[in-house]
């Protein structure tokens, strides 16, 4: 709510100076226009940033990893194991084993509840 009564604060001081006369309008609605492309950017960054963390809870690859993936797999299918290993390839195969690991732990997890629900019947 602070920031609902800082917004009204703003505007309450914007209004006094131009009836004080010390801005114009012009300058009220400058500052204004500029207060809302501030904003927007800030809430378009932490909208960016909570998918982002959603997207990685659910084990998604971001498609830079998944494209340096692709093209490792194309390296080893034109010239078998001779392709170089960089960077982002050792990340990408860290992304593809968290996800098999995720993966085999919802399987064990499902595989549980049934056992738990064949039990209990």
Do not use: H, W
Not at 49 to 57: A, F, M, T
Not at 65 to 80: I, S, T, W
């Amino acid at each position: 709510m602070s920031k609902n009564s800082d917004i009204k604060a703003t505007i309450k001081s914007l209004i006094e100076n131009v009836q004080l006369g010390n801005k114009s309008g012009t300058e009220v609605a400058q500052s204004v226009n500029l207060f809302l492309k501030e904003s927007g950017e800030a809430i378009k960054l932490k909208i960016e940033d909570e998918v982002e963390r959603s997207v990685s809870k659910m084990g998604f690859v971001k498609r830079g990893e998944f494209e340096a993936l692709k093209q490792e797999v194309a390296a080893l299918k034109k010239g078998g194991a001779s392709a170089k290993k960089s960077p982002a390839k050792k990340s990408a195969k860290k992304v593809v084993k968290k996800t098999a690991a995720k993966k085999s732990t919802a399987k064990k997890t499902a595989a549980k509840k049934r056992t738990a629900k064949k039990v209990s019947k």
